[in-house]
């Protein structure tokens, strides 16, 4: 059901809200018993509302953005090198909550970079029952991003670190999303917590496309449900598509990952994740062909003091796409990054270094291999009723044989400096 109203109503925002909720409620209705609710709760209804407003100011060099059709890795850039003004998210989380076990969660986002205006980013509903014991388990349904991140962990998906996410983080908020349902089992010890995930998803058979075709990118832009993802068109191949969707399902089959995790109750965190939207790559659905993408992410987080972290992450793995009788096309992908994070008083300062690949290895004509890096550092001041400050310089080297057939140079650098405003409210 959900995936019909997907897909029929892709154009209509409100549409896509009641296909979550009437799909979450009905797998979920589906996959588990009505839980007993203890005496008293049985109307134990809570609604809580969170959000936040996001202005931006960048300046950046003369490259086109990839936003804008552009070869650029960043979210702004029109090809000149003027100042940027803009409400960059405006942000409306639902969360409503039934007696201890059940509750919901619909991250709304206005955002003019969007196919439309409001439409929905994440909405899924989570049945997690009171345990007892050490063991406990959780269950959600609905769509949702899969657990990749360790930087993305604020209000909305955004990071408490940077503006600006990583490559890796980036992508993942890009194509990695789907529509399913996830379980984990969870064990407390003395020590902490151990945690295993798996879940089914649909919708995840574009994954790939914008790194084969575009590469690696680091940007705020989270992408709704509806979206079209511009991707850039070489001079030499215009017979190739110049846009994505950044969610659909082609091949009427899930993909999976599954996940472990520690949590030492000292503050050390470590994830190993495997993905597998097992993508059929001769699969075609109007314009639109599926991509098999797989990869592995690992990532750590370590404290250094009481004040101080450490932030590492790296992905690798693969996409290809098979043309019948014709040719198949693959590339090997490979992003990390490095960063550290230091708060004092109301100020917190952060670094952080990023890596990034494609090889392309098809051996077609066009080569969309990449190799390139990233420095960004940026400085936060919180104020107070949740407003905060913050100020970006971010420098991108990369080097890309397509920039050439569009006569520009296969390398080149990019520089921005960003300043926002931020405003929370929970």
Not at 265 to 282: E, H, K, V, W
Not at 366 to 376: K, Q, V
Request: with cysteine; aromatic share 12%.
């Amino acid at each position: 059901m959900t995936q019909r109203l997907l897909q029929g109503q892709a154009g209509n925002p409100m549409a896509r809200i009641l296909a979550v909720l009437c799909g979450a409620c009905s797998m979920l209705l589906c996959t588990m018993p009505v839980p007993a609710m203890p005496a008293g709760l049985q109307d134990d209804w809570r609604l809580d509302i969170a959000g936040l407003v996001d202005l931006r100011l960048a300046t950046i060099d003369d490259e086109t953005g990839w936003l804008e059709g552009g070869f650029g890795k960043v979210r702004y850039g029109a090809g000149r090198p003027e100042p940027v003004a803009r409400v960059s998210e405006a942000s409306l989380l639902l969360m409503p909550q039934y007696g201890w076990d059940l509750s919901g969660y619909f991250y709304l986002k206005a955002d003019a970079d969007q196919n439309q205006l409001i439409d929905l980013i994440e909405g899924y509903v989570t049945y997690k029952p009171v345990s007892v014991t050490g063991n406990r388990y959780r269950l959600r349904t609905g769509i949702f991003y899969p657990p990749v991140s360790l930087e993305n962990t604020a209000l909305a998906w955004t990071s408490p670190y940077l503006i600006t996410p990583s490559a890796i983080n980036a992508w993942v908020g890009e194509e990695t999303r789907g529509y399913g349902t996830e379980a984990s089992w969870l064990h407390a010890t003395d020590d902490g917590e151990f945690s295993l995930t798996g879940a089914a998803l649909w919708g995840t058979d574009k994954a790939g496309t914008e790194l084969y075709r575009r590469g690696w990118a680091i940007h705020d832009f989270k992408p709704s449900i509806g979206d079209n993802l511009p991707v850039p068109v070489p001079a030499s191949a215009p017979y190739l598509s110049s846009t994505s969707r950044s969610m659909i399902e082609i091949d009427e089959r899930p993909g999976y990952y599954a996940a472990v995790e520690w949590k030492d109750i000292d503050g050390p965190q470590a994830r190993l994740m495997y993905y597998d939207n097992r993508t059929d790559p001769t699969s075609v659905k109007g314009s639109e062909a599926g991509w098999l993408t797989k990869f592995t992410a690992a990532g750590m987080k370590w404290p250094l003091g009481d004040r101080t972290d450490l932030i590492a992450q790296y992905l690798a793995g693969y996409t290809l796409l098979g043309i019948p009788g014709r040719f198949i096309v693959k590339a090997d992908l490979d992003s990390a990054f490095l960063l550290l994070t230091h708060s004092f008083g109301h100020y917190r300062l952060t670094g952080r270094l990023d890596w990034f690949d494609v090889d392309d290895v098809d051996g077609v004509s066009l080569d969309f291999s990449e190799h390139g890096w990233a420095a960004t550092l940026a400085g936060r001041r919180e104020l107070n009723g949740g407003r905060s400050v913050w100020i970006e310089l971010l420098q991108i080297d990369s080097e890309r044989p397509t920039r050439a057939s569009a006569s520009m140079s296969d390398k080149w650098h990019e520089f921005v400096v960003q300043a926002s405003y931020r405003v929370e409210f929970r």
